[in-house]
């Protein structure tokens, strides 16, 4: 029949489509890396963890971590709150309420009781951990480049 399809047709991808997916595979995984190891978490206390409902005087609060340092929280920070059971759950600054009970964040539809809250958390991006991982990246993206090329059978075009 002309024009019919087969089913039962296999489909071998050419060398371009090939190293099209390993580009498409390479940058896939370079910006998951990226999306994943450029953060900081500082744990912070209930306590410093309530300033950041209020929204200081210029939409930034300092507050204090664990260990005794001073961060600028933002109405871009990522915050949030840990359980007692290691579930993360992220708060918008400046834009949630604590009781004397509970955390209520509109924004997320969240009510935790604050007994079953372990820690507050403060994330702040890493300009030395973006550029390290965004380098190691590029540099894997440039090596699988390479591989491909030296590795290339030579074009034998029409005979």
Request: hydrophobic share 35%.
């Amino acid at each position: 029949m002309y024009g019919a399809y087969s089913l039962n047709r296999k489909h071998h991808p050419s060398e371009s489509e090939k190293l099209m997916m390993r580009k498409s595979i390479a940058l896939t995984l370079v910006t998951l890396v990226c999306q994943l190891g450029c953060y900081n978490t500082y744990n912070i206390s209930l306590d410093e963890l309530g300033k950041a409902a209020e929204g200081g005087s210029n939409a930034a609060v300092k507050v204090k971590t664990e260990d005794g340092q001073e961060i600028i929280v933002t109405e871009n920070t990522k915050i949030g709150v840990t359980n007692k059971q290691d579930q993360y759950y992220a708060i918008s600054p400046f834009n949630f309420t604590m009781t004397r009970g509970q955390i209520i964040a509109p924004d997320e539809d969240l009510l935790i009781a604050k007994q079953n809250i372990r820690t507050g958390n403060v994330k702040q991006v890493s300009g030395t951990k973006t550029a390290l991982i965004v380098l190691a990246g590029l540099g894997a993206v440039v090596g699988g480049a390479l591989y491909v090329t030296l590795t290339a059978e030579e074009d034998k075009g029409f005979e």
